[in-house]
């Protein structure tokens, strides 16, 4: 693969795009990115790493950072997450309290905001420390040592948090939460505000491209395990709109309100694209511009 050429076809259609959407402002420090700002990365399989635009400025994970929280919890073999959280898509937007409340305090997946709070809440009960778990398995698979959180935007989303707090406490009034409910937030909103690049990040995707295989060749999780995670990014991994990615890019992603998305291609490579502007679902119009750029221009769809 010319990856060289992929990424100027990448760059060449993402570029109409860039500053479409809106910035995430109901996370005060998040609406003051400026919008236009795009990047693009692919890490292989084979150890080589690829971008352009501003690929290497850092931004906030948000949502992505569920992908690995799962990980780490599936990591411990620890099966019984699929007891407190679900596996399908939601069709509601990722902080509906409607769907929480008739479902009895099980989320639909874990890439929606109350999974990704169940999903934390288990990896505290595993680890005892949810954040330092999530930011050790990041910096390794980077090899950044540095990586670290915002503390701005972790203080942000915790001073602007109360439909998260409903969640988390609607759940625990249905037994659903393992640890005192500010806690686990607590984990939560610092594991959301964790910054990394696209190259960064592409790299730390990786460990799902190799089916679970980690930086230094050990084994984190099962293949089994890690295709089922991929599975889940291709229907739940874009919040309200994961129907349409799928249609559209053919590629398993997950996305994050800082701007980034993040697709798995198995065996072959992982693929980051960065825009701050979202559209209606908190997805970004550029990163998803440049996504199906990306599959047209390979052919890895997966249809």
């Given at each position: 693969?010319?990856?060289?050429?992929?990424?100027?076809?990448?760059?060449?259609?993402?570029?109409?795009?860039?500053?479409?959407?809106?910035?995430?402002?109901?996370?005060?420090?998040?609406?003051?990115?400026?919008?236009?700002?795009?990047?693009?990365?692919?890490?292989?399989?084979?150890?080589?790493?690829?971008?352009?635009?501003?690929?290497?400025?850092?931004?906030?994970?948000?949502?992505?950072?569920?992908?690995?929280?799962?990980?780490?919890?599936?990591?411990?073999?620890?099966?019984?997450?699929?007891?407190?959280?679900?596996?399908?898509?939601?069709?509601?937007?990722?902080?509906?309290?409607?769907?929480?409340?008739?479902?009895?305090?099980?989320?639909?997946?874990?890439?929606?905001?109350?999974?990704?709070?169940?999903?934390?809440?288990?990896?505290?009960?595993?680890?005892?420390?949810?954040?330092?778990?999530?930011?050790?398995?990041?910096?390794?698979?980077?090899?950044?040592?540095?990586?670290?959180?915002?503390?701005?935007?972790?203080?942000?989303?915790?001073?602007?948090?109360?439909?998260?707090?409903?969640?988390?406490?609607?759940?625990?009034?249905?037994?659903?939460?393992?640890?005192?409910?500010?806690?686990?937030?607590?984990?939560?909103?610092?594991?959301?505000?964790?910054?990394?690049?696209?190259?960064?990040?592409?790299?730390?995707?990786?460990?799902?491209?190799?089916?679970?295989?980690?930086?230094?060749?050990?084994?984190?999780?099962?293949?089994?395990?890690?295709?089922?995670?991929?599975?889940?990014?291709?229907?739940?991994?874009?919040?309200?709109?994961?129907?349409?990615?799928?249609?559209?890019?053919?590629?398993?992603?997950?996305?994050?309100?800082?701007?980034?998305?993040?697709?798995?291609?198995?065996?072959?490579?992982?693929a980051v694209a960065w825009g701050p502007g979202l559209?209606?679902?908190?997805?970004?119009?550029?990163?998803?511009?440049?996504?199906?750029?990306?599959?047209?221009?390979?052919?890895?769809?997966?249809?």
């Amino acid at each position: 693969m010319d990856y060289d050429r992929v990424i100027e076809q990448v760059l060449t259609a993402a570029r109409p795009h860039v500053g479409e959407g809106k910035v995430a402002d109901y996370i005060p420090d998040l609406g003051n990115v400026e919008p236009r700002q795009f990047g693009f990365a692919v890490a292989t399989t084979d150890g080589e790493v690829y971008g352009g635009g501003d690929w290497e400025t850092r931004f906030s994970l948000q949502s992505i950072s569920k992908v690995f929280t799962l990980a780490l919890v599936l990591g411990h073999d620890d099966q019984s997450i699929w007891r407190r959280v679900h596996r399908e898509p939601s069709g509601t937007p990722f902080n509906s309290l409607i769907q929480l409340e008739i479902e009895r305090g099980i989320p639909r997946n874990p890439f929606i905001n109350p999974g990704a709070i169940v999903v934390t809440d288990q990896l505290l009960a595993d680890s005892g420390d949810a954040f330092a778990t999530l930011r050790e398995l990041l910096r390794a698979e980077t090899g950044n040592p540095d990586l670290h959180v915002d503390g701005v935007t972790a203080a942000s989303e915790a001073r602007t948090g109360n439909r998260n707090r409903a969640l988390a406490y609607l759940m625990a009034d249905f037994g659903n939460m393992l640890n005192p409910v500010e806690e686990t937030l607590g984990h939560y909103f610092r594991q959301c505000s964790i910054v990394m690049s696209c190259k960064e990040l592409a790299l730390a995707g990786l460990l799902l491209a190799r089916h679970g295989i980690r930086a230094d060749g050990s084994r984190l999780l099962s293949e089994r395990d890690a295709r089922r995670i991929v599975a889940i990014m291709l229907t739940c991994g874009t919040y309200d709109a994961a129907g349409e990615f799928a249609y559209r890019i053919g590629l398993p992603c997950k996305s994050g309100v800082g701007g980034g998305v993040l697709a798995i291609i198995p065996n072959r490579c992982a693929a980051v694209a960065w825009g701050p502007g979202l559209d209606e679902h908190g997805n970004s119009v550029s990163a998803a511009a440049a996504m199906d750029a990306f599959g047209k221009a390979t052919d890895w769809t997966i249809f």
